[in-house]
């Protein structure tokens, strides 16, 4: 194809896989400790490196990819003689669309001959890379770069994201629950069920008592909400920050209620700069449904 398809490395998916899919990406920074690094799916720190170090009380903090560092990247595939379709992590969580979206305006100056096309994912982590992945799926079938990004602009709202946590204690130091209450559920055993809505923003949705209902619950949310809702044949992907075995528990539901799957659910880590609010403990769930509209 004349047009290549980009993402940053949020999408949570494998090295392997976006090379597989013919997907390229670029990496946001984190700090571990005063140290900056580069969220690179793990390439140069593994998950379990990661999430071991916040559990014995590393900070963390993230930074945005910034113009300069798009306008480097776009130009690489500029100068090949290549259009761009880039998907940026969703803006009701990070700001980095913005400076995409600049980087491109002044790239137009300079390559009046080649388009560079940045639309909001509205996604995050897996579901993020789940739409990454239904795009690749569609550039194979021969899509042209003006339908691929209607399809994406059209479509990226129908990428449900469910989540629940068994640790809340990031979610209390980030600010997304209280003290008060995050001492209360800590203290009653209650695993919040949070979603993405339709702006893209990370919002709790209930308060479960006890993982395994919270596990019941979310897989409850795909029979109501996927396409064509236990006949659904299309994909599903779950992403967990060290908690593989709650993440499998998940995905062994999942195949037991949804027969016609597109292959076996596909589970992944959260990278490092979701999993810096997240803190381990934290299980996502993602797959195509029902438009969200709240």
Same mark, same amino acid.
């Given at each position: 194809?004349?047009y290549? *398809?980009?993402?940053s490395?949020t999408?949570?998916l494998?090295?392997?896989q #976006?090379? !597989?899919?013919?997907?390229?990406f670029i990496c946001?920074?984190?700090?571990?400790?005063?140290k900056?690094?580069?969220?690179d799916?793990?390439?140069?720190?593994?998950?379990?490196?990661f999430?071991?170090a #916040?559990?014995?009380g590393?900070?963390?903090?993230?930074?945005q990819?910034?113009?300069g560092?798009y306008?480097?990247y776009?130009?690489?595939?500029l100068?090949?003689?290549l259009?761009? *379709?880039?998907?940026?992590l969703?803006?009701g969580?990070?700001?980095t669309?913005n400076s995409?979206?600049?980087?491109a305006?002044?790239?137009?100056?300079?390559?009046?001959?080649?388009?560079?096309n940045?639309?909001?994912?509205?996604?995050?982590?897996?579901?993020?890379?789940?739409? #990454?992945d239904? *795009?690749?799926?569609?550039?194979d079938e021969?899509?042209?770069?003006? !339908?691929?990004?209607?399809?994406?602009?059209e479509?990226?709202l129908?990428?449900?994201h469910?989540f629940?946590?068994?640790d809340?204690k990031?979610?209390?130091?980030g600010g997304?629950?209280?003290k008060?209450?995050?001492?209360?559920g800590?203290?009653?055993n209650?695993?919040?069920?949070?979603?993405?809505?339709y702006?893209?923003r990370?919002i709790?949705?209930?308060k479960?008592?006890?993982?395994?209902?919270?596990i019941?619950?979310?897989?409850?949310?795909?029979?109501a909400?996927?396409?064509?809702r236990t006949n659904?044949t299309?994909?599903?992907?779950i992403?967990h920050?060290a908690?593989?075995?709650?993440?499998?528990?998940l995905?062994d539901l999942?195949e037991?209620?949804f027969?016609?799957?597109?292959?076996?659910?596909?589970?992944?880590?959260?990278g490092?700069?979701?999993?810096?609010?997240?803190?381990?403990g934290?299980v996502?769930?993602?797959?195509?449904g029902?438009v969200?509209?709240d």
């Open positions: 194809m004349s290549v *398809l980009s993402c490395s999408v949570d494998t090295r392997e #976006m090379k !597989e899919r013919d997907i390229h946001f920074h984190y700090q571990l400790d005063g900056d690094l580069l969220d799916m793990g390439a140069s720190m593994s998950m379990a490196d999430y071991k #916040m559990d014995n590393a900070d963390t903090r993230t930074s990819i910034n113009m560092e306008l480097e776009f130009e690489g595939f100068k090949q003689g259009d761009i *379709l880039h998907l940026s969703s803006s969580i990070s700001g669309v995409a979206r600049q980087a305006e002044l790239l137009k100056k300079k390559y009046p001959e080649r388009t560079v940045v639309v909001d994912s509205l996604a995050a982590s897996s579901g993020y890379g789940l739409l #990454m239904e *795009l690749a799926d569609r550039r021969g899509m042209s770069l003006e !339908e691929i990004t209607r399809w994406a602009e479509n990226r129908r990428v449900n469910w629940f946590s068994t809340l990031f979610y209390i130091k997304r629950v209280s008060t209450s995050g001492m209360v800590q203290l009653l209650i695993c919040p069920l949070l979603n993405v809505d702006l893209g990370l709790p949705r209930d479960i008592r006890t993982k395994r209902k919270v019941h619950e979310i897989e409850k949310r795909m029979e909400l996927a396409d064509d659904y299309g994909k599903c992907y992403s920050s908690c593989y075995a709650d993440a499998r528990a995905a999942i037991a209620a027969p016609k799957l597109n292959g076996k659910v596909r589970i992944y880590d959260i490092t700069t979701i999993g810096s609010h997240t803190g381990p934290t996502a769930l993602f797959f195509m029902d969200r509209k």
